[in-house]
């Protein structure tokens, strides 16, 4: 449905509604899809939008409106509606202009800077997750890191913007997420630049163990923690195989497999699940075959009963002996 067909079918007065609710951090993640936070009284919801050109292929929201289009979805529609717009305007009408200062700004560069630095001081004292993204963003930045150090920083974060409330809402993951991605943007470097030695793997463990024991311990209901895991796990699988070495490329992933197969299966984390299986679709072809090569191996080699793996990774292997035509080499493995 277009755009304006979807407006024009809504009703005046929920149109009316839908203008009222602020609609917040407006982004294009990637082509045609868009997402946004819309306050409705108390509560933040999370709105996505999938546009093919003018055309809506989706929309999604985590309120529990048993309208198929709710009003947090309307909302989003005509704020991306008046962006289109708007955007046409403004670049007709900007160009070789020179952008006004805004008030604030204009006062900024008017203060002393003993002054400012003892307002920031106070604003500080009052807002401690403004203080961590001050320091994240013009703190002196580690050369080499540690899991500790790591977990330490995302501990902080957390704490920051969560202080000791158990329940959370929307907007407060994203401002937790935001906050750890500037954290760890020099971590990641780190990590990419080591992916080879077992600190990559201890560092990237150690993130996901102490965001994990966050998730469980405070109740949200917000998509973003997911999404920003998944990606997480998918970056760390790119960068093992970006390796250029085949010989090193092949030991990393065979301590990965190994780790699976080898310890106790009621001590494998998701993460080490989905890091296998992200290892293997994000290959190209020749290093897919050579996983096929070494998960064949360890299928045959170990005595591990499939029944002790979680279902949904016993699928991915039955998967993989299928499209590989292996599973006939294999199949004592899934007749365990």
């Known amino acids: 449905m277009q755009i304006q067909d979807l407006i024009k079918k809504q009703r005046k007065q929920d149109i009316t509604k839908a203008n009222k609710f602020p609609v ?4 294009k993640e990637s ?11 108390t509560y933040s919801f999370d709105v996505s939008v999938v546009l093919h050109g003018d055309k809506i292929e989706a929309m999604t929201c985590d309120c529990t409106s048993s309208e198929e289009v709710c ?44 002054v400012l630095i003892n307002w920031m001081k106070g604003v500080f004292k009052k807002n401690k997750s403004l203080e961590k993204q001050f320091l994240l963003t013009y703190g002196k930045q580690e050369i080499t890191y540690t899991a500790e150090q790591v977990k330490e920083t ?28 500037i954290a760890l ?12 030695k077992p600190i990559a793997y201890k560092i990237f463990a150690a993130f996901l163990d102490t965001l994990y024991a966050f ?35 092949r030991h990393n992933v065979e301590i990965h497999l190994h780790r699976l ?51 949904d990774f016993t699928q991915f292997l039955l998967s993989i002996s299928a499209k590989h035509n292996i599973y006939q080499d294999v ?6």
């Open 185 to 196: 943007e020099p971590v990641e470097k780190f990590m990419i630049a080591n992916i080879n």
């Open 331 to 336: 199949r004592v493995f899934f007749e365990k």
């Open 71 to 114: 009003l947090h979805k309307i909302a989003v529609v005509l704020a991306i509606n008046n962006e289109i717009d708007g955007s046409k305007i403004k670049a007709k009408s900007t160009k070789n202009k020179k952008r006004k200062l805004s008030e604030s700004e204009a006062l900024l560069l008017q203060l002393e800077p003993e």
């Open 261 to 311: 197969f080898e310890l106790p299966y009621l001590t494998n984390k998701e993460y080490e699940y989905m890091l296998v299986q992200y290892i293997y679709l994000t290959a190209n072809t020749d290093r897919m075959n050579q996983f096929v090569d070494l998960l064949k191996n360890i299928l045959l080699e170990k005595s591990t009963k499939r029944y002790l793996f979680r279902n």
């Open 154 to 181: 995302t501990e902080e974060v957390i704490a920051s913007v969560a202080g000791k409330r158990k329940t959370l809402e929307a907007v407060k993951i994203k401002q937790i997420l935001d906050l750890l991605t």
């Open 215 to 249: 998730d469980q311990r405070v109740s949200h209901y917000s998509k973003k923690l997911g999404v920003y895991v998944d990606a997480y796990i998918e970056r760390f699988a790119l960068s093992i195989n970006n390796i250029k070495d085949d010989k090193e490329w």
């Open 31 to 41: 082509a045609g899809r868009y997402i946004a936070f819309v306050d409705d009284e």
């Open 24 to 27: 917040r951090e407006l982004e």
